[in-house]
T-cell receptor
Framework: GDSVTQMEGPVTLSEEAFLTINCTYT??????LFWYVQYPGEGLQLLLK?????DKGSNKGFEATYRKETTSFHLEKGSVQVSDSAVYFC????????????FGSGTRLLVRP | GAVVSQHPSWVICKSGTSVKIECRSL??????MFWYRQFPKQSLMLMAT?????????EQGVEKDKFLINHASLTLSTLTVTSAHPEDSSFYIC?????????????FGPGTRLLVL
């Protein structure tokens, strides 16, 4: 079935370091791909999305490119800040009329000053 | 835009009582709302999909008689945890979908933390 695999955390970085969080997916059709961020004690916020192959989603310095050939949607940021500390979820959706989202397990990011 | 609210944000109740959680899309109409449950340090588990004016579709293993979902309007869905027990303690998150270009995007509420004593 459809699934999302994320790299296990926690990922610990120093401020201004480069961030990559890997995400790969398995899907029978042509999903849309999403990154959501969850700050402590809060719900999820949509960070960025891409709806077709080679699309690049970007927001707040974060980027991810929909790579159909490698079935990946890795999240990157050139210079992380302490305020980026959160849990990041990769998800796929748009597979059928139910518009369900399938989430990865989440990756916790801790940025140290 | 695309703001989803939940009420209450925190609730503590005694075992055996029922708790109602509201989910509202504040600035858009949502034909579909979703209810998730999240355990500490884990991912979201979809409980049910709620369509306005029709019965909710529950995921496998979710008791429909225990988790009652009502989607009364295009901006409001409610989840009622009936006869709550300590094992129902969790973080409940709703989302509302909005049609944007190709496909839909889900926007999430801030969550409701339920503690059953």
């Amino acid at each position: 079935g459809d699934s999302v695999t994320q790299m296990e955390g926690p990922v610990t970085l120093s401020e201004e370091a480069f961030l990559t969080i890997n995400c790969t997916y398995t899907a029978t059709g042509y999903p849309s791909l999403f990154w959501y961020v969850q700050y402590p004690g809060e719900g999820l916020q949509l960070l960025l999305k891409a709806t077709k192959a080679d699309d690049k989603g970007s927001n707040k310095g974060f980027e991810a490119t929909y790579r159909k050939e490698t079935t990946s949607f890795h999240l990157e940021k050139g210079s992380v800040q302490v305020s980026d500390s959160a849990v990041y979820f990769c998800a796929l959706g748009g597979m059928d009329s139910s518009y369900k989202l399938i989430f990865g397990s989440g990756t916790r990011l801790l940025v140290r000053p | 835009g695309a703001v989803v609210s939940q009420h209450p944000s925190w609730v503590i109740c005694k075992s055996g009582t029922s708790v109602k959680i509201e989910c509202r899309s504040l600035d858009f109409q949502a034909t579909t709302m979703f209810w998730y449950r999240q355990f500490p340090k884990q991912s979201l588990m979809l409980m049910a999909t709620s369509n306005e004016g029709s019965k909710a579709t529950y995921e496998q293993g979710v008791e429909k008689d225990k988790f009652l979902i009502n989607h009364a309007s295009l901006t409001l869905s409610t989840l009622t945890v009936t006869s709550a027990h300590p094992e129902d303690s969790s973080f409940y998150i709703c989302s509302a979908s909005q049609l944007q270009g190709r496909g839909e995007t889900q926007y999430f509420g801030p969550g409701t933390r339920l503690l059953v004593l």
